[in-house]
T-cell receptor, first 113, second 115 residues
Framework: AQKVTQAQTEISVVEKEDVTLDCVYE???????LFWYKQPPSGELVFLIR??????QNEISGRYSWNFQKSTSSFNFTITASQVVDSAVYFC??????????FGTGTSLTVIP | GAGVSQSPRYKVAKRGQDVALRCDPI?????LFWYQQALGQGPEFLTY????????KSGLPSDRFFAERPEGSVSTLKIQRTQQEDSAVYLC?????????????FGPGTRLTVT
């Protein structure tokens, strides 16, 4: 069975603090993709990053960085110097060759000015 | 339009009523997906299409749920005899083609409340 766990339900940080959102996944497939999406109050899911199971290289994009570790089945997301506009619900998701997503339950991030 | 659009954005239905939710994918996108997002949860897969063909409907929770995409573009998710447990946000996504190299672009969702 496929499963994505986001243990942190809600996180609050003060603006300019760094914050890491945790994601742990389960699958027996050897080929899979991992994603992070941002869901602002407007409701749309905004794509942030995709990583395939064969690429464990960490990635940095501006204030965002991702740490993929197959050994611990984790794909954590760090926001550096958080801003109020980062406040949203963040979803980690797993996608197999069957195309559909398996989403975690989300982490609600509040950045306090 | 530039993105995926869904209508209506909000729908209130009395228990037992039928509802129809519409999704307009990005022009030219072959694949279309429907997800159900309950309050405080992540989206859960319902069904997907490639053009007009419904390739997977394993996520539809009951036979009261029906989706169609007759001309391979606009899709409608129909829920018959709505129940309170159907209250959720219904998200539609489209992608250029099937396959993990193609991004799924999500619409804003339709929030269905069954009273």
């Amino acid at each position: 069975a496929q499963k994505v766990t986001q243990a942190q339900t809600e996180i609050s940080v003060v603006e300019k603090e760094d914050v890491t959102l945790d994601c742990v996944y389960e699958t027996r497939d050897t080929t899979y993709y991992l994603f992070w999406y941002k869901q602002p109050p407007s409701g749309e899911l905004v794509f942030l990053i995709r990583r395939n199971s064969f690429d464990e290289q960490n990635e940095i994009s501006g204030r965002y960085s991702w740490n993929f570790q197959k050994s611990t089945s984790s794909f954590n997301f760090t926001i550096t110097a958080s801003q109020v506009v980062d406040s949203a619900v963040y979803f980690c998701a797993l996608r197999l060759t069957g195309n559909q997503f398996y989403f975690g339950t989300g982490t609600s991030l509040t950045v306090i000015p | 339009g530039a993105g995926v659009s869904q209508s209506p954005r909000y729908k209130v239905a009395k228990r037992g009523q039928d509802v129809a939710l519409r999704c307009d994918p990005i022009s030219g996108h072959v694949s279309l997906f429907w997800y159900q997002q309950a309050l405080g949860q992540g989206p859960e897969f319902l069904t997907y299409f490639q053009n007009e063909a419904q390739l997977d409907k394993s996520g539809l929770p009951s036979d009261r749920f029906f989706a169609e995409r007759p001309e391979g573009s606009v899709s409608t998710l129909k829920i018959q005899r709505t129940q309170q447990e159907d209250s959720a946000v219904y998200l539609c996504a489209s992608s250029l083609l099937l396959g993990n190299v193609y991004e799924q672009y999500f619409g804003p969702g339709t929030r269905l409340t069954v009273t």
